[in-house]
């Protein structure tokens, strides 16, 4: 459900209510001169896959928040703007964001925002067990296939909710309030995990959430909870368990690093054949990614909250297969397939995550990449170069993958539609720059 492809409305004005820089008159293409090794360090911001969830939490009890750590991207805005919706209020100076709950919310998602950006949809649990109803229009399908969200409602229905679709909006009630359960999840859903446990915490009695995702934003999430006073443990592992309180409180929390944002501009580099240091990251958020490019032939260094990547000059072919955390991240499936389309070899990848993630191949085999997808695999025959030319970006990391293409190419690429890029990265064309890349906007 939740995620990067849901496609930002080109028709309507973005009013950005939390945000310093107005992000809306940037321009929708990045132009990349393929060939500069990268070079340098960089420090992830935080994480859009945590911030956005953390932002959801603080509706589970009135006060003033504060989150530092916040990346500067369209996703948090558009969160922003469905809390504002609701009826809290987000003020937002550079990484730190305040946001004000009042006691009464209006439990409503409409369907122009969970259009925009299909993690709206989190509200459901943490609106249900706060006010009692929720009022949320379903996401349709995306670009990843039709992402439903089952999971997500057989949980809250166990817990004692009600579910009703009325014109396309999902109506739900709890009509002798929420309770603890045992839940096991068929797949480790991030989204539904994330949106049973906003549940638990204030519902009554003992949740245990079996199959629960073990994602560390998820992780990072509940840490946020129990500095509210919620009792959440096992967040990290696959079994999650919650005893649920009668009250929250406000909290401050710094949001967790961006592990994909750190795995791209790592690939980024590796690709290019330079090196960069990641600050600010734990290597083993990216411990699957970061040990294939070394087997790609990447010198990997790690430490505890750094580590550092120096690419090969061609990568060796390799085989992976996207799964849930901890294995391969399907968010750096795109990019791992632009490193390896230079490879000295043939590579598979294997997505099991999602439906339908291809299309940015076309997009590669236009720059003189050889990649087809067969069913869910993709087949990657490496070749000696790339030629730059004008690509489509399709969503984020698909945008961030045609970039890393480009970085690569000979000559000149220009990423249309790159406002993909600005849902989930902060400041990408002049972090590219400042390691060195010939990249503009
Ligand atoms: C989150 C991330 C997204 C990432 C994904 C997988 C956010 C905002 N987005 O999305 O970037 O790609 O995790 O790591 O955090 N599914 C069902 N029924 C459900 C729920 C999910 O069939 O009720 C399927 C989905 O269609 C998808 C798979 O499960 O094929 C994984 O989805 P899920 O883990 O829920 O991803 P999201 O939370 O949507």
């Not at 946001?99 to 969970?114: G, H």
């Not at 000696?384 to 000149?412: H, K, M, N, P």
Request: charged fraction near 20%; include cysteine.
């Amino acid at each position: 459900m939740t995620g990067d492809t849901s496609p930002p409305n080109h028709q309507r004005t973005i009013t950005i209510p939390i945000m310093s820089s107005t992000r809306a008159g940037a321009a929708n293409s990045i132009r990349v001169n393929g060939g500069n090794p990268l070079s340098g360090r960089v420090r992830a911001h935080g994480a859009k896959n945590a911030v956005l969830k953390h932002m959801v939490a603080m509706l589970l009890a009135p006060g003033r928040y504060r989150l530092d750590n916040v990346p500067g991207i369209l996703d948090v805005d558009i969160m922003g703007e469905v809390l504002d919706h609701v009826g809290a209020s987000c003020t937002r100076r550079g990484p730190v964001i305040e946001v004000d709950v009042p006691e009464r919310l209006n439990p409503e998602a409409p369907l122009e925002l969970v259009r925009r950006m299909r993690a709206s949809i989190l509200i459901l649990g943490a609106l249900l067990v706060r006010v009692g109803t929720a009022r949320v229009a379903l996401p349709g399908g995306d670009d990843f296939g039709s992402r439903p969200i089952g999971m997500h409602l057989d949980g809250l229905e166990q817990m004692g909710a009600e579910f009703e679709l009325r014109h396309g909006v999902l109506e739900a009630s709890a009509p002798n309030g929420l309770r603890g359960t045992e839940v096991f999840l068929e797949f480790p859903s991030v989204g539904a995990t994330e949106n049973i446990l906003l549940a638990a915490v204030l519902a009554k009695g003992r949740t245990v959430i079996g199959n629960a995702a073990r994602e560390p934003e998820l992780a990072d999430l509940a840490s946020l909870l129990n500095a509210m006073g919620a009792k959440v443990d096992g967040a990290g592992t696959s079994t999650i368990e919650v005893i649920g309180v009668p009250h929250l409180s406000p909290a401050d929390h710094t949001v967790v690093a961006d592990r994909l944002e750190a795995g791209t501009y790592a690939l980024a580099a590796a690709a290019t054949g330079g090196m960069i240091t990641v600050e600010g990251c734990d290597p083993s958020f990216l411990r699957m990614e970061l040990r294939k490019m070394e087997a790609a032939g990447c010198t990997v260094e790690r430490s505890e909250d750094w580590f550092s990547v120096a690419g090969p000059d061609r990568p060796e072919p390799q085989d992976i297969a996207t799964l849930p955390f901890p294995g391969f991240h399907t968010d750096m499936h795109p990019q791992m397939v632009a490193f390896l389309a230079r490879a000295t070899g043939t590579s598979l990848v294997t997505e099991n995550v999602y439906a339908a993630r291809f299309r940015y191949i076309g997009e590669l085999n236009r720059m003189g990449a050889d990649i087809h997808a067969d069913g869910q695999h993709v087949v990657i025959r490496g070749v000696d170069r790339l030629s730059g030319c004008e690509v489509d970006g399709c969503d984020i990391r698909a945008a961030a993958a045609l970039t890393v293409a480009g970085l690569t190419a000979d000559g000149e690429t220009i990423v249309r539609d790159a406002e993909h890029i600005d849902r989930g990265y902060d400041g990408f064309v002049e972090t590219l720059r400042s390691l060195g890349a010939d990249v503009d906007r």
